[in-house]
Structures are given as structure tokens and as C-alpha cells.
């Protein structure tokens, strides 16, 4: 059983080193890379103002999150969650730096961005030269985009659920079922390849035998209200 977490987070502003904070954290639990319906969702505190070039982005106003718990509150249960799953989120470095920040202000360990997976360079690597952004690849693959107005931690998150099966292989992912192709399977499938010669072979004939052709007559003869009797 492989059990994952997509994450994404909102945030006050662009960079933790300038004192910006997480407002906002959403987690969908996949089992084998399918989703649960088990999610993390909160909206938190961040002690501070929200910019509003950020605002512009999510909508999230400081306003709204006054009367929000603070991370410190939120952290067990937050971890606890994530357990020792493998974190999907798009963009792992941003998101990553932020987690980390506010995890050491509290004093719990970091997280590796190594152990993350970034469907950011899974999509630029799969899909080179297109644009690798949540809303292009929601369009590529057509999932839903008309409840996104603004940006939202767990519809986000969600959204992401959904492309990373694609990105992994859509629903037929782990099935096997190219490998199990036959030769002859994999030939008719490659447009490139060279036409087999085909060896001619005189047509063959099968007359029937007299009493093959009596035995039909019979046959047919025996049977009741045939279709071809009414037309």
C-alpha cells in the first residue's frame, strides 16, 4: 500500500525570509494514488498582515483570519496526519520553505524537499516546453476549473490529486498491461515499421461429400418454423 499526501499551502506573501507566514493548509490523503476523501483542511493565524498582492492571488484578507488558531496549535494534528507519507505538491520548494519555517519556530524537525514529489518538474520533464502551472495542466487534461476563481489550499489540492494521476499514467497506471503486449501487438501498434512481406497462397476449396449434403437436408428439413421461411 503506498499512502501520499498532496499538499498546498497559501501564504501572507512571497518568502519566509521576509517574515511571511502560512494562512492556509490543505492535505488530500491517496492510498495507492487514489484519493481517500480524508483531507486536512485549516486556516490559520499568521500574527501578522496579509499582503495584498498575495490577497489578489487567494482573496485571503487578514481580516478573515484574526480569529484563526495560530500554526502552534495546529501542528500535531497536522503531522500526525501527514505521518511518514510522501508529500505531492506542486512547486515542492515553495511550499516546502514555508512548512519549514513554521516548523522550526515550533522546534520540529524539517522536511526534505528531497522526499518530496514535485508534480511542477514531473509535468516540465513529460510534458517539455508547456506551460507546467496547475491551471494549464488542469486544461490538459480536463479536470474541472469552474469552481477556481482564486487560489484555495485544499481545492487546490484536490485539483492536484486529480493531474498527478494523470501525470503518473491516468487510471491504467501500474497495470502493466504494455508489457504484457505480444510481439505481434507491439508491430501493429509501431506506424514506423516495415511491412512484412506476406507469403501468397493458393485459395483452397472444401466440396461437400454426398452424405454431408444429405445429412444437411435433413437437418433442415427438421427444423420448426425457420426464419427464412416467412420472409
Known amino acids: 500500500m503506498t499512502r501520499e499526501i498532496v499538499l498546498d ?58 480569529d484563526k488558531p495560530v500554526f502552534g496549535e495546529l501542528v500535531g494534528s497536522f503531522l500526525d496526519f501527514v505521518g511518514d507519507a510522501k508529500l505531492v505538491i506542486h512547486n515542492a520548494a515553495f511550499d516546502i520553505k514555508f512548512l519549514n519555517s513554521e516548523l522550526k519556530g515550533y522546534g520540529f524537525p524539517p522536511f ?79 506506424l514506423n515499421a516495415a511491412p512484412k512481406e506476406r507469403i501468397y497462397r493458393e485459395p483452397r476449396s472444401f466440396p461437400l461429400s454426398a452424405q454431408e449434403e444429405e445429412d444437411h437436408q435433413k437437418m433442415v428439413a427438421g427444423l420448426k418454423n425457420p426464419i427464412w421461411s416467412n420472409a
Open 9 to 66: 499551502t497559501e501564504t501572507t506573501g512571497m518568502d519566509p525570509e521576509d517574515g511571511h507566514r502560512i494562512i492556509e493548509i490543505g492535505c488530500v490523503e491517496l492510498i495507492n494514488h487514489l484519493p481517500t476523501g480524508k483531507v486536512w483542511h485549516h486556516y490559520i493565524n499568521p500574527e501578522r498582515e496579509v499582503d495584498a498582492g498575495a490577497v489578489a492571488v487567494h482573496g485571503i484578507k487578514t481580516e478573515f483570519l484574526k
Open 112 to 190: 526534505k524537499l528531497a522526499d518530496a514529489i514535485d508534480t511542477v518538474l514531473m509535468a516540465r520533464k513529460k510534458f517539455p516546453g508547456s506551460p507546467a502551472n496547475l491551471d494549464a495542466l488542469c486544461r490538459r487534461f480536463g479536470v474541472d476549473l469552474s469552481g477556481r476563481d482564486l487560489h484555495g489550499a485544499l481545492l487546490d489540492a484536490q485539483l492536484l490529486a486529480t493531474v498527478y494521476l494523470e501525470l503518473i499514467g491516468g487510471r491504467q497506471h501500474g497495470l502493466g498491461l504494455a508489457s504484457q503486449s505480444t510481439g505481434a501487438q507491439k508491430d501493429s501498434m509501431n
